[in-house]
């Protein structure tokens, strides 16, 4: 309410930051795990004296930096450009919190990219050693670029002691940090395999090909017994209410979470069968088939990451709707369009109902609802009558724990009913 | 209320640093940033024109340059971004209420940056790549991926100036709140865009100058050719955005165009600095067009120009203070600096800074800058 609401019909802010922000995992994900596949299959070669595999890294590199440096890189740019257009506040929140540690992921950030850059160019240029050492430094600035965002996007859903003694280090090292650091590195290294799957399937040496199908499935077993025990560590510490929106509060999370399960069972158990069992037999279109089930883990499970941190954008601190928890009295007592910045309509001299009703709806609902598409409220509020709809109101955060209290006065609350009621009856 | 300027709070989480620290921040990576951008841009056009005129003359020296300038193209793009991610960061911890609210007004065109990006990206690597077997249509991709990134600087200066007039805010989002507004009416910010890209030309003009100079000893003919082609594109773009900077100064609402003329006493220094140091920088290059032995003066035609561009940046940051006067109290600005993780920062960025400096070194000897294939 302190920001204006940029306004988009039918898919809303959330999908938008969700399509951004699963694009970019998928990619920035593998840049890193990739980075340890890079150096540590350069290794191999040379042990083995294979320089085949050094011709297949080269062609995998080239891949490599022109899918991290150029499409990660600016899909990176691209979700901090989106939260900061779709949820101010909260960006705002986490750049003051936090502003040395984006300092401090850029340096990781600039390392990182100068050594992708650099990695690739000198293949053959300079000596073995030091190549690999480039390499190695390409991978732990990735990783620390990954530490540092991971322990800013966990403070999110766990602010811990964060709350009370607004320490940095508290915000940094919150209660999922490491179990969110274990999970994502896993995921990072099976991605790696994913994607050199993808490159290596590809190579027209068929005894070339047999070695690398089979080494990068190879890639997938660590992650494979990894994973869950980050994932029940992670669990664990979460919330109460964000373990009971998992476990059957809101079925379509459930349901999310259960194929997050589902797919990354697929892909390992695939990955043994096929292309690690039978390396000769794994086609460039299975490849892709494998690349889409690892998109769609990504997807699902980033997406219910950010619904399970509801009714919060960050937990106990900021409401979806942006509203800190220490105003909540404050707006109800105002009412919410006194206390809205951005809002053309005066409540002393405005008479129209359903006018004060949907700019309500635009300033306390609008971050999560739209009116007729994503989570439109229309169909939500279908054969409801007003009455039902105000009582509704008055204990969203009961009937409905993944939202946020109505804040408001009594006229507005009753407005917004009315207004809800309408959007159904004009047809 | 119609009439009433709209700011939204600053946020209540004070600002872990001191204002000064970040400021300073703020415009030296803005300074590095605008730097690699001149030679991702400017480059762009200036291969694209050399593609041209090579293919024209029939000449092996222009193809020599565009090949060169091919692998440049994209680590100075990477270097753009990264240098970018940077000042953006300082910015909005600072003027996070105005910039995030212009930003808001006109979001569509924001948010496309990243997609005009990606793809002036991708052309720069098909240029680079690609370079032999592309032959013919050389000069259309590196041309269209030059002309994506300058519609990013256009989209760019259209926000940085909307953030500094919040009078205008209220008509603009009350009339279309979808985020697919512009701000191209706005008088100062034509000039404004054009005096950056036409001074990309001249800072990129430089980059060829100093390829001259390298090849001088293999090849003293091409060497000689890449110095006079350079420092034309140097003197000739700097002559021109002499008359836009003009232009822009005008542009300016009066009470700002004073600053400069003995208002502020900084901004009114910077600029004669600025003056001087630009008409300095293109004496020496235009002594060095038909010197004999022109290294010594092209190296203090090049300070004298970094010293211009860092009170440009200087200006500009005067200018925005200026225009947010009214509207900032930075005594009301709550500060708790965290000087724990200030510490650990400055100690990473000097390892940071010793790490790309050595595998520069080990890989590219002495000619660091010049990326070979």
Redesign the interface.
Known sequence: MNYPFWDIPFIGGGILIGLVAIIHTFVSQFAIGGGLFLVLTEIKAYKENNSGIIDYLKIHSRFFILVTLVFGALTGVGIWFTIGLVTPTATSALIHIFVWGWAIEWIFFFIEIAAAMIYYHTWDKINRKTHLTIGWIYFIAAWMSLFVINGILSFMLTPGAWIENRSFWSAFFNPTMLPSLIMRTAVSLALAGLYALLTSSNLKNEDLRKLMVKYSAKWLIVPFFILPLGGLWYVSVIPEMAFDIISGGAPAVTLFAVASIFFSILIFGFAYFLPYRHPERFPVALSALFLLMGLTVTAVSEWVREAIRKPYIIYDYMYSNNVLKVNEENVKQTGVLASAKWTIIDTKTETDTLKIGEQVFKLQCQSCHTVEGYNGVKILVKGWQEPFIDAQLQHLNQLKGFMPPFMGSEMERKALAKWLYELNRSY | ?ESQV?I??I???????PLWL?KV?LLLTFTLHILAMNVAVGGGFIAAITEFLGKKRNSQNHLELSRSISKML??FT?FT???G??P???L??LY??F???S???I?WP??S??VI??LA??GY?LYS?RWEKLNGKRFAVVLISAILLAIIGLIYTQNIVLMLTPEK?KEI??NN???TNLNISDPTVIPRYLHFMVAALAVAGLLVVMWGLKNIKSNEQLGKWGIRYGLLWFIIPTLVNIVVGLWFLISLPKNLLMLFMGENIYATIYFLIALVTMFASLIFMFIALNAVKPVMKIMFGKVFLLLTVVMMVLMRHELREAYLKPYIDWEKVQVEP?W???T??VL??LG?LI??IW??K??FGKSSLV???
């Open positions: 209320m709209i939204p709070d946020d209540p989480i004070p600002v872990p640093a970040l921040l994209p680590p990477a971004i990264t240098l991610v940077a953006l960061l300082f909005q911890v996070g209420n910039f995030y609210t930003t808001i007004l979001a924001w948010l940056i990243i990006f990606i990206y991708y690597y790549f805010w989002y009350f709140p979808h985020g965290q724990g993780v200030i650990i920062f990473l960025l940071g790490t790309v595998m520069l080990k890989s990326v070979h294939n």
